[in-house]
């Protein structure tokens, strides 16, 4: 049987995984970008969220890019989350990235409609 680790973020839920397999699994996701921005219901978190819900999830290699962020992301985002230099630095990397997902979220909205 696998051992779970437990990440603790911020706002005081926990992240949970499975370390043998490689798999984390998550209830709210986007690990680095909720303890950049502190919470889970930042309006950037959700975002990105929708993102992979949406978008990355529907394709094998999305799958896997998430398979490979749920594996190494968790130390990395308790590193930001302890670090307020660190914090403002993954802020500033994830606003453009943030910009363009909103942007074809918000693309794919008009093209439904």
């Known amino acids: 049987m696998p051992r779970y680790r437990r990440y603790k973020n911020k706002s005081g839920g926990y992240w949970r995984g499975r370390s043998r397999s490689g ?5 709210r ?5 909720t ?9 950037s978190v959700k975002i990105l969220r929708k993102f992979r819900d949406e978008k990355l999830l529907s394709s094998f290699i999305g799958r896997r890019i998430i398979a490979f962020y749920y594996r190494f992301s968790p130390p990395f985002a308790n590193i ?12 500033f990397f994830l606003k453009p990235i943030v910009l ?4 074809s979220l918000e693309m794919k909205a008009k093209v439904e409609n």
């Open 23 to 27: 798999k984390y699994y998550t209830k």
């Open 29 to 33: 996701g986007c690990f680095i970008a």
């Open 35 to 43: 303890a950049a921005y502190g919470s889970h219901d930042d309006e």
């Open 80 to 91: 930001v989350n302890s670090n307020k230099i660190l914090k403002y630095s993954v802020r």
């Open 100 to 103: 363009m997902v909103r942007h």
